[in-house]
């Protein structure tokens, strides 16, 4: 039988959720996690007891509001936990669930919510023990009340650089240093963009004010260069804003610059893509009700453009909202009208973002070749220059030649960084270098799965 | 000495598994890479050059913290909770 599939229980996956089930449909709600939430508002475990203001700071209702969503549409949705959808090719969905049960699933209509990743920038020792992304170091403590180390340091850039050490400060590990690779000067230009966000521009400010309080140190401007270590990271090496160098000794850092889409099921689904300068990527097409460019799939959420959870709830109910319109059933209009402007005052805060968060340009140009970019292929920044000088600038030529993006995580790890030295190393622009395709399965399949009819 | 530290949660129902062939012991609601990083530094040998790894992302997207069960099902340590009397083997990885 065919259904209405959504992929992803985040905030966009629940919100989608929700509006197809007040509308009379009963749509399946696919989710990798064992408990909806995404990542943002992942859940703990069952049997855990830390308060929803322990895990969720000032978005505690945001995130109960979600979850009690979820647990409303009981009975009144197929909602498939631990379920991973690992291929898409219209009307299929090719979904293995708790790694084992393998079932293809028909679609008459699909909402990928997909959500995003970290966007690593490698820097030498990045695959030691104890060094993790910004978002791992979130989950270890969110989802598992565990710090990554006892002497911490964050680095990179984006929003949840300050959060992350805000949220360590007060489960008591306090962060040793944290590294902002943006300048303060950028974050001043920003805050006119900012303001369209009032609250959560004053979050951030109350996140820094705190860290300022309580004697953790927060450099503007300063980069890491390197974790070092024998079997794990034993320091750290960063260049302040004046151009000096540091070292300290720790054994644990998280670093991440902002997010990156989740976009591989778009593009096994054959959607057109566009490159967005902001997000520094190729992305899934929508129009500005959601819709892909291929009849019947619809786009919700950070895993077609870097927005953020709140612009994800509100695309996640318009999404859904354009999917029961083009089925010919009765929406408001008028609510289709205020979720879109929502939307566009939320896109003015992504600009502010971005601005106040600006992309370190000179990464790409500074990285020695000896920095591993590919850990699962262990393909060096160096390998990737000399497939370049070989004559290479396509990254699926590049990923052909020395194997950059061709391991078992698809990319999703190097495949920002690769794009990056190809293009420096090339002279073409970042969007004139190709797309790194996604390939079926977009994750491990085990050997000896059992197919479920 | 271990990775991971744990900062609360610590009532938790103790769940013995083995680690290596060694008895070990985490807590119920961990998953194998919180149970095994609390006690230890790593997950894996890497394919290339054996050096160790601990996971990265903690979101099923790295695919650098497999470790191995007793029934030889290969499983993402961060995203499979730890049952009583799970076996987990880490591997060694490959030298060049």
């Known amino acids: 039988m065919s259904e209405v599939v959504i992929v992803g229980a985040g905030p966009a996956g629940i919100r989608a959720a929700k509006t197809l089930c007040a509308h009379g449909l009963r749509p399946t709600l696919l989710d990798e996690a064992t408990r909806g939430g995404g990542q943002v508002y992942r859940q703990q475990p069952p049997g855990f007891s830390r308060s929803a203001a322990q895990l969720y700071g000032f978005e505690q209702r945001k995130a109960q509001a979600l979850h009690g969503a979820l647990a409303q549409l009981s009975g009144q949705l197929d909602y498939r936990p631990e379920t991973l959808v690992w291929n898409a090719e219209a009307p299929w969905l090719d979904t293995l669930h708790q790694g084992r049960e393998a079932q293809r699933l028909a679609f008459s209509e699909v909402v990928i919510a997909t959500g995003a990743t970290d966007r690593i920038l490698p820097v030498p020792g990045w695959t030691l023990p104890g060094v993790y992304s910004l978002g791992a170091a979130q989950i270890a403590l969110k989802f598992q009340a565990c710090a990554i180390g006892g002497r911490l340091v964050l680095a990179g850039s984006g929003p949840l650089l300050y959060l992350l050490a805000w949220q360590y400060a007060k489960a008591g590990a306090r962060p040793l240093l944290v590294l902002d690779s943006a300048p303060f000067s950028a974050q001043a230009r920003a805050t006119p963009s900012l303001l369209a966000q009032p609250s959560t521009f004053a979050k951030g400010l109350y996140y820094r004010a705190w860290l300022g309080l309580h004697g953790v140190p927060v450099h503007t401007g300063a980069h890491l260069l390197s974790a070092e270590g024998e079997q794990r990271v034993q320091a750290v090496n960063w260049e302040d804003a004046n151009g000096q160098v540091h070292r300290l000794e720790c054994d644990a850092l998280a670093f991440g610059h902002t997010l990156r889409s989740e976009t591989q099921l778009a593009d096994l689904l054959g959607c057109a893509f566009h490159w967005s300068a902001a997000n520094r990527a190729w992305l899934p097409t929508r129009d500005d009700g959601g819709r892909a460019s291929v009849p019947g799939v619809y786009l919700a959420g950070d895993g077609a453009g870097i927005l953020g959870a709140d612009a994800a709830e509100v695309a996640g109910e318009l999404a859904a909202l354009t999917l029961l319109g083009d089925r010919g059933l009765h929406v408001d209009p008028a609510r289709r009208i205020e979720l879109q402007q929502r939307l566009a005052s939320l896109e003015c805060f992504r600009r502010g973002l971005e601005r106040a968060f600006p992309f370190p340009e000179q990464w790409a140009a500074n990285a020695a070749d000896e920095v591993v970019v590919c850990r699962c292929e262990q393909v060096s920044a160096g390998e990737i220059r000399t497939a370049v000088r070989q004559g290479h600038w396509d990254i699926n030529r590049v990923k052909a030649t020395c194997r950059v993006g061709m391991g078992r995580c698809q990319g999703r790890l190097c495949g920002a960084a690769a794009a990056e030295l190809i293009a420096c190393e090339s002279g073409r622009a970042l969007d004139q270098i190709g797309r790194l395709r996604a390939q079926a399965p977009i994750k491990p399949l085990p050997f000896g799965v059992e197919l479920k009819p | ?96």
């Open chain 2, 1 to 96: 000495m271990a990775l991971l530290r744990r900062l609360a949660e610590t009532h938790r129902a103790r769940v013995p598994f083995t680690l290596d062939g060694q008895p070990a012991e985490g807590l119920a609601g961990d998953t194998l890479l919180t149970a095994i990083l609390t006690q230890a530094e790593h997950l894996r040998g890497a394919d290339f050059n054996a050096e160790p790894r601990a996971g990265f992302c903690l979101m099923g997207a790295c695919q650098d913290c497999w470790v191995q069960l007793g029934d030889g099902r290969r499983v993402r340590a961060c995203s499979t909770f730890l049952e009583p009397g799970t076996c987990v083997q880490r591997e060694a990885g490959r030298r060049p």
